[in-house]
């Protein structure tokens, strides 16, 4: 078969991936051409199989999987050879990664960011591995300092692409609680997600995308709870094609750290995702407007499973905006009230059903619900090119107060801008969420906020109907910096958002949730 590709980068795969293909690629012009052969693979040694040996990082079976099955006398591979190469179970503090499509006009590929913040008073040491990738491969084992961060680079091509079952997945493993940070970037379309832990994963979720779909809705499901197969049924909200049939509901096999994303030009928000082993699940937007104008930007998270919602809220916009934020909030559960401020309840029918509020850059408050809900704060498109209120669509998860940090580090990202133009970047604003009477305890990198240097108070909020004030920071150092925020008061807790804009352009992240770990 024939196709015609238009200019830019195209992916190439088969929905079997045990199948295997070649391909030719030409360009043709006014006497000039260009050819190339696409899957040609040189292996130095072919491969041969051996005995195994319990996580002995070999392909025992040579079927390109490394450490695949869970030695358990069950076939988790489905290859009709039982507990032929076995893995060790991970150990220590795991975080499983997607980045999902993000889709430009003209795509520059930039590298796919994950910062690993060390918010911790020693050293701890951090592995990134794409366990299941044949190429690009990463295995890097690097140690953080104390209250310090460490940046890796990955390749654009471990972005998940399509409706598809793929292993464009990463890990990070640490022997110390940190906190790790993706930023997936293109030119005008970005966003930033804070990666769980595995042990804060579960079962039972429901995705949250924004709609009406500029491009398209999606979310990806990711295998993450050790060797083995894990099965999914995802009930969608609006219909997706996978395999050229258009479905409203699958249920899918996965191998250890595969892949599923879904996308949809309908909203996916709301969409049920059950497994029977504890998966990770990412979510958002390929790229989407947002209630103001037709700039675009990618959206994302990685989101909590049920398990882990909350009741209570605190809802601030962003202070630096005019137009305010949108607030989608999820039920868990049939006949939810919400109740936000003193306004009459809202009644979400249905688990999975949702209520989008639009709150005024000069208001907030305090949101609350009977029965356990998510709820994400998702920013505006900017207005216009090149005005004074710069912005662009990014999520940022809300955390329930039961959910707020003692102690975590985040890092500002570069602008993309910045890495061809010196002294371009973002604007970096972080808003902190702290119990009233408590502000004067926060800690910046050990330093308070009147005496660092590289940060401005320029505001103070009091939440409505709620303990808590808000404080506004402008950072005022470019570039990539880590910072390492905590409190003088053992038993006081916060919260907030780190956000960074520019000319249509913007990534956001939560300071937080401290997830619980499941049951």
Request: charged content about 20%.
């Amino acid at each position: 078969m024939s196709s015609l590709l238009f200019s830019g980068q195209s992916a190439i795969f088969h929905d079997d991936q045990s199948a295997r293909f070649m391909a030719l690629i030409f360009g043709r012009a006014d006497r000039e051409t260009y050819g190339n052969a696409i899957g040609l693979r040189l292996d130095r040694n072919q491969c041969e199989k051996t005995d195994q040996v319990t996580g002995d990082g070999i392909d025992n079976d040579c079927d390109g999987f490394i450490d695949e099955e869970a030695c358990n006398s069950v076939d988790d591979d489905l290859d009709n050879l039982i507990d032929e190469d076995c893995g060790i179970p991970p150990s220590g503090y795991k975080y499983c990664m997607v980045f999902e499509e993000n889709v430009v006009e003209y795509p520059r590929n930039y590298a796919l960011e994950i910062y690993v913040g060390n918010p911790n008073d020693e050293q701890t040491f951090c592995r990134l591995e794409t366990p299941n990738m044949r190429t690009p491969k990463y295995d890097v084992t690097t140690a953080i300092n104390a209250e310090g961060m460490q940046k890796f680079a990955v390749s654009a091509a471990l972005r998940a692409l399509g409706t598809r079952v793929s292993t464009n997945s990463i890990t990070v493993t640490c022997d110390g609680p940190v906190t790790v940070m993706g930023v997936n970037k293109e030119t005008f379309s970005n966003d930033a997600f804070i990666a769980f832990e595995e042990r804060q994963m579960d079962t039972e979720y429901y995705s949250i995308s924004f709609g009406p779909a500029t491009i398209q809705t999606q979310f990806a499901v990711l295998a993450c709870d050790g060797p083995g197969v894990t099965t999914v049924t995802m009930d969608f909200t609006a219909p997706v094609v996978y395999r050229e049939v258009t479905e409203n509901s699958i249920t899918l096999t996965l191998r250890y750290l595969d892949v599923f994303q879904a996308q949809s030009e309908g909203d996916l928000t709301g969409s049920h995702i059950v497994a029977n082993r504890p998966i990770a699940v990412y979510s958002g937007n390929i790229r989407s407007k947002v209630a103001l104008s037709a700039s675009r930007d990618h959206l994302a998270s990685q989101i909590p499973p049920v398990s882990a919602y909350g009741s209570e809220f605190n809802l601030v916009p962003m202070y630096f905006r005019t137009v305010g934020d949108l607030f989608r909030v999820v039920a868990s559960q049939d006949n939810t009230q919400v109740t936000f401020r003193d306004n009459a309840p809202i009644t979400l029918a249905s688990a999975g059903d949702f209520v989008e509020l639009d709150v005024a850059s000069n208001s907030n408050g305090r949101l609350i619900s009977d029965k356990p809900v998510m709820v994400m704060q998702i920013m505006k498109s900017q207005q216009a090119p090149k005005i004074a209120e710069a912005a662009d669509p990014c999520f940022i998860l809300v955390s329930p107060t039961n959910q707020y940090e003692e102690k975590t580090t985040i890092v500002t990202p570069l602008y993309t801008e910045g890495m061809y133009t010196s002294g371009s970047d973002y604007s970096n604003i972080m808003t902190i969420i702290v119990p009233n009477g408590q502000t004067a305890g926060i800690r910046i990198n050990g330093e308070t906020i009147a005496d660092a240097d590289f940060v401005t108070q320029v505001d103070t909020r009091t939440i409505d109907f709620s303990g808590y004030t808000a404080l506004d920071l402008e950072l005022n150092e470019g570039g990539i910096h880590s910072y390492t925020l905590s409190h003088t008061g053992s038993s006081v807790r916060f919260s907030g958002y780190l956000v960074g804009i520019a000319d249509r352009e913007s990534y956001c992240v939560s300071i937080g949730p401290h997830l619980p770990d499941r049951a």
